[in-house]
């Protein structure tokens, strides 16, 4: 999510009420679990993996171990996490996370092509 406008307005009325306006302008984008993805590319240094969801520059998510998990296996969304919510880089905005997403990681799903070459040839027999 992320805050892009805040406005506030009072103003006084006849009868000596005070009348007080507000309004506020976010933006919202909702990955559901279990998107399909394609892989952005991966950090040589760290291992992190960048995933991207959708099209346009520097729409992409970065996911790393934590090593203080007890399952190394997974990747976790990468993010600076305080007071309960993450900041992140997307699309050349920051936008926060909400908090349960501390525990989003990401499924890949292998699969296994392998290419066998195969010559055939037909023995004619020999004669006898």
Known sequence: ERQTAKSSNAKAVDRGELVVSSSSLSERIVIPANRRCILEGIDDETGDVKVRFEMGAGRFL???????????????????????????????AVYFAVGTSSAAYLQVKLKQLQRNRRSDRVVKGMRV
């Open 62 to 92: 970065t996911f790393t171990t934590r090593p203080n998990q007890n399952n190394n296996q997974r990747m976790y969304l990468k993010a600076v996490w305080r007071d309960g919510r993450g900041e992140l880089d997307y699309g050349g």
